[in-house]
């Protein structure tokens, strides 16, 4: 198993009161696959996320990526771990405004081991043409690719996208989804990603139903659908 | 307003440049509220004294009595006639003894009792230095003074030997006056008129017509000397102008650079608060309403910083006033607190950053709501330079460096302008004592080859003494306005000991007519110029003309060959008046008119620099502490506006060293370019205002920064950047990666 969640926990506290966001989570993806997580705003889909990729801790429970244990890291370690093993792609880009395209891909290709070719993933998703750009020069769509290129430079093993086309129209989303589903297959980079949109589910090898912390239904699609065929 | 709350939260949260600017504020306007004000009392306290104490307009030393009742009818004056002498005891002690006046220049008494006969006033620190307790027996002449309080002269106000030796030895020299009658029986006594024009205005006319009507009659005019002009006088008057000058120049521009700095501060920092400003808008707030909130900032900032700044400035006056008046004794005056001063200090930080925050909220109303509240970064556009810049060859660290500060060319500029200022701050100090440093070093220990200087009183002709150089001197008098008055020295054309140097920096021998910078920058002269003098000894009419400008700061003269000086004077080539020696000599005591210690001069300069010294001083410390704080405060805004960027690098797995090489160090190369421009900045400006001073200051100071001091001056500045990276690290580490998750902006 690529990731493996074993009774995963976590709550915020604020003052005196204390919220259970996650309340023993169990979780497995294999190598290469795409997951989704489906589940309604607050249900803990970003806190779940945020503690496979790194960023966040978990109170107690094991979740295990590619054989590392990383709710036990320490904070160095961590850094190392998103730094070599992680890619992210978020809801709003977050694209550093006074680098150019190429520019915002080489802030990680530079601290990355083995980078792949620079043209070659901006050939990939699609922007070769626009690499002197900067970010606010792009539309979301093209930004969303810039950031989609500089998540797999450094050839991650897991992809995880928090609601890469929340901020995106149909058609570009669907485009987005495509681009994601190519990279999986010619890098075989194992994906996880968030959505509101239960129709993206479709493309998913494996399905995750989040709600108030739980995962209420696991469901494993044997025939992923094409990005392109998927309509809502 | 329940907004007022959420002023108080950001100004806690976001402590320190806020605190920072207010700190800025304070320090700036307690110096300028102390040293203005302190500097008006001074001049109020002169000018009580001068005319309370009735402080003569000229003393004049004669040949032959004078008939005062005459020359009160004739020239609507007062005269008091007047005495001096020197007494010294046995172990090389010098009492200089005045006689009690009435009329003019009356002694200021601290007991307040009318001095009986038998009874002697001292200056006060004379009679502690040399543990005088009221009541003691003073012996002068053989004859016994009862010591019955202290006293100061309007005539004497700095008690230093001679205009050469102004450093002050109260346990060596000091003044007394004794009852008129008392004085008669004091051997060696010269007597002098006290004159005190009735009408103060067109002295000069009323001085020249009284001289011309003593020449007519044939009065021999000894000496002449201007009161005000006169070096225990003037240099009262030069520390109140150069204060005041100072005190105006300096704080005013401190002030005024720190009101600028922090309105800036005050732009950037509401700017980030675009958001919550468009979303109030939107939600129907009104400009009015939102403007009246964002004021309190500034109003907060500001108006706290102005008060507790210009409160503490009003308790510190008195200390330095009390300090000023121990240097230059004057009856103290109750102290005026000027209302525009200190009104000037509570409101110009407050209208400076208030008219900042109006401009800032008023060009976000500007914008339409949903733009701001997305953050309103979307719609610039990339700049001329960027969209110029192709980095591909350079180092990832390098390109982010540099797109950081073309991204964010305000800030940039910002910095830029913040580093200069904090540098004209720290190097102010330096600059001043780098250009006495250099007066000393560079003038006067490279233009005089000697260790004592000796003024007979009579011609001397033929070979000097062995060992020994001669010189010859008159003193001129410019027939001017001004009445400029300097020595010209005949020199030995092959003279050792004063040393002279063209403004190329080659060598000048004195065979030629040689002026030396200050005197030639004092009279606007340059090389070929012609000037028209009179000898002050016989008012004989002269003219020389300039061959050459020496590049020395050592004193105001004009040097020519001694024989060409004394075939003008129509004496013999062999003729002089004085010699440079390396040895102390002893002559016969009538034979000798002055005598010269090179090292008693320097340290004279040395104590008149160290008397502005404590005012440098203290400016060059709060300097320093201004200029660190606006590094810091600089160096925090640059984190701050990094927030996103530094979340998002966290998250991408950068770690904190390389997050704060990248962030912190992008701006060194702007700190070291404010640095390369504030130098030149300060030692122009520092120049303009030695120029400013130059009329009320006895020498001509050039603006030096020593090239150690620049290194120290870099050193320090770096340093002071290195600790304000080091403080912004912990910032930088605060910053959480959730940041950037949750929002999209930047
Ligand atoms: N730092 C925090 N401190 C306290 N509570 C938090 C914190 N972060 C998240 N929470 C809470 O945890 C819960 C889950 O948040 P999370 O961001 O994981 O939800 P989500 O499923 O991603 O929602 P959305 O679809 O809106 O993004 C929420 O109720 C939220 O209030
Ligand atoms: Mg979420």
Redesign the interface.
């Known amino acids: 198993m690529f990731i493996h969640i074993l009774n995963l926990k976590k709550s915020y506290q604020s003052g005196v009161v204390t919220t259970e966001v996650l309340k023993g989570i169990e979780m497995k993806l294999e190598k290469g696959g795409i997951g989704v997580i489906l589940g309604p705003s607050g249900s803990g889909k970003?806190t779940l996320m945020?503690i496979i990729?790194g960023?966040?801790r978990g109170d107690s429970g094991s979740v295990v990526v590619d054989g590392i244990e990383v709710n036990q890291l320490d904070d160095?370690k961590l850094?190392?771990?998103?730094?070599?093993q992680?890619g992210?792609v978020?809801?709003?880009?977050?694209l550093?405004?006074?680098?150019t395209v190429s520019?915002n891909i080489?802030?990680?290709s530079?601290?990355s081991h083995s980078p792949l070719n620079m043209d070659e993933v901006l050939e990939a998703v699609g922007i070769k043409d626009k690499k002197?750009r900067?970010p606010?020069?792009l539309s979301g769509g093209e930004q969303q690719r810039v950031s989609i290129a500089r998540a797999i430079i450094k050839n991650p093993k897991l992809l995880l996208c928090?609601e890469p086309t929340g901020?995106l129209d149909y058609s570009t989303s669907r485009s987005i989804l495509q681009l994601l589903q190519q990279v999986n297959e010619k890098y075989g980079t194992t994906i996880l990603m968030i959505t509101h949109n239960t129709a993206i589910a479709a493309m998913a090898d494996r399905v995750f139903k989040l709600r108030s912390g739980e995962i209420v239904a696991e469901s494993v699609n044997q025939i992923p659908v094409p990005a392109e065929r998927i309509e809502w | 307003m329940i907004l007022i709350k959420k002023v108080l939260r950001t100004i806690w949260t976001d402590k320190a440049p806020y605190l920072g600017s207010m700190f800025l504020i304070a320090f700036s306007c307690m110096l300028m509220v102390m040293m203005n004000l302190v500097s008006k009392n001074l001049n109020n306290t002169y000018s009580a004294y001068k005319s309370n104490h009735v402080m003569s307009d000229v003393e004049v030393y004669l040949d032959t009595e004078l008939d005062m009742a005459d020359m009160k009818k004739r020239f609507n004056v007062k005269i008091e006639q007047s005495g001096v002498t020197d007494y010294s005891s046995k172990d090389g002690q010098i009492l200089r003894i005045f006689s009690f006046n009435t009329q003019i220049n009356t002694p200021a008494v601290s007991s307040g009792k009318k001095l009986e006969s038998g009874e002697i006033l001292l200056d006060k620190l004379y009679a502690k230095k040399n543990g005088y307790e009221i009541g003691d027996i003073v012996q002068i002449a053989g004859k016994k003074y009862k010591y019955a309080g202290d006293m100061t002269l309007p005539n004497y106000i700095y008690v230093a030997k001679s205009k050469d030796e102004v450093i002050r030895d109260p346990k060596n020299f000091g003044l007394a006056v004794v009852d008129k009658d008392d004085f008669e029986s004091i051997p060696n006594a010269t007597p002098f008129y006290a004159i005190k024009f009735n009408n103060s205005n067109n002295l000069k006319a009323q001085e020249t017509a009284m001289k011309g009507y003593l020449r007519e009659k044939g009065t021999k005019i000894i000496k002449w000397e201007n009161t005000e002009k006169n070096y225990s006088v003037s240099y009262v008057l030069v520390k109140i102008n150069l204060m005041g000058k100072l005190s105006i120049v300096a704080p005013s521009m401190i002030l005024l650079l720190t009101c600028v700095l922090t309105g800036i501060l005050m732009w950037r920092l509401l700017n980030r608060e675009s958001v919550i400003i468009g979303t109030l808008y939107a939600q129907g707030y009104r400009k009015k309403e939102l403007m009246r909130h964002y004021l309190v900032f500034p109003l907060i900032v500001a108006g706290m910083g102005a008060m507790i700044g210009t409160i503490a400035g009003v308790f510190m006056i008195n200390f330095l006033y009390n300090f000023m008046l121990t240097t230059f004794p004057m009856p103290k005056e109750p102290i005026v607190y000027d209302l525009g001063i200190l009104m000037f200090s509570l409101l110009l930080p407050v209208v400076i950053l208030c008219v900042s925050t109006i401009i800032v909220v008023n060009r976000m109303f500007k914008i339409r709501p949903s733009q701001l509240m997305k953050g309103n970064?979307?719609?610039?556009?990339?700049n001329f330079i960027?969209r110029k810049l192709?980095?591909d060859k350079f180092k990832?660290?390098t390109?982010?460096q540099i797109?950081?500060q073309?991204?964010?060319l305000s800030r940039t500029i910002f910095l830029l302008f913040g580093i200069i200022v904090a540098t004209m701050f720290l190097q102010y100090g330096l600059t001043m004592k780098s250009s006495v440093d250099y007066l000393l070093n560079e003038g006067i220990s490279k233009l005089y080859h000697l260790k004592y200087e000796y003024v007979f009183n009579e011609y001397k002709r033929g070979a000097p003494p062995k060992g020994t150089e001669q010189f010859n001197t008159m003193y001129a008098i410019m027939d001017d306005e001004a009445e400029t008055n300097f020595y010209i020295t005949g020199l030995p054309k092959n003279s050792t000991r004063i040393l002279l140097n063209d403004l190329k920096g080659n060598k000048l021998t004195p065979d030629k007519v040689i002026i030396t910078t200050p005197l030639a920058k004092k009279m606007g002269l340059t090389i070929g110029d012609t000037i028209r003098f009179y000898n002050f000894e016989d008012g004989k009419k002269y003219s020389i003309t300039i061959e050459e400008i020496a590049d020395t700061y050592g004193g105001e003269f004009i040097f020519m060959p001694l024989s060409e000086l004394n075939a003008m004077l129509d004496l013999p080539s062999d003729t002089y008046i004085g010699i440079f020696s390396d040895v102390e000599m002893t002559f016969a005591k009538k034979e000798i008119k002055t005598t010269k210690s090179m090292d008693a001069i320097k340290a004279g300069f040395h104590s008149l620099i160290d008397q502005m010294g404590i005012m440098i001083y203290s400016l060059t410390i709060s300097a320093f502490v201004i200029g660190l704080v606006i590094i810091y405060l600089v160096t925090g805004l640059v984190v701050d506006e990094h927030k996103?960027?530094i979340s998002?690098?966290?998250?991408?797995?950068?770690?904190k060293k390389?997050i704060n090489k990248l962030i912190l160090n992008s701006n060194i190369f702007t700190v070291i370019i404010g640095y390369i421009l504030g130098v030149p900045l300060l030692v122009g400006s520092v120049d303009v205002m030695y120029q400013a001073l130059a009329e009320s200051l006895p020498m001509v100071i050039p603006a030096k920064l020593n090239i150690w001091y620049i290194l120290l001056g870099f050193v320090i500045v770096m340093l002071t950047f290195e600790l304000a990276k080091l403080m912004s690290r912990k910032k930088i580490n605060r910053i959480a990666?959730?940041d950037?998750?949750k929002?999209?902006?930047?």
């Open positions: 970003s945020n990729g960023i966040d160095n850094t190392t771990y998103r730094r070599e992680i992210f978020f809801q709003f880009y977050n550093v405004p006074s680098l520019e080489e802030v990680v530079h601290i002197h900067f606010r020069e928090d901020a | 970064k979307k719609n610039d556009k990339a960027e192709r980095l990832f660290v390109k982010f797109r950081e073309v991204r964010s996103g960027t998002l690098f966290k998250v991408l797995g950068y770690k390389e990666m959730s950037a998750l929002s999209g902006t930047e």
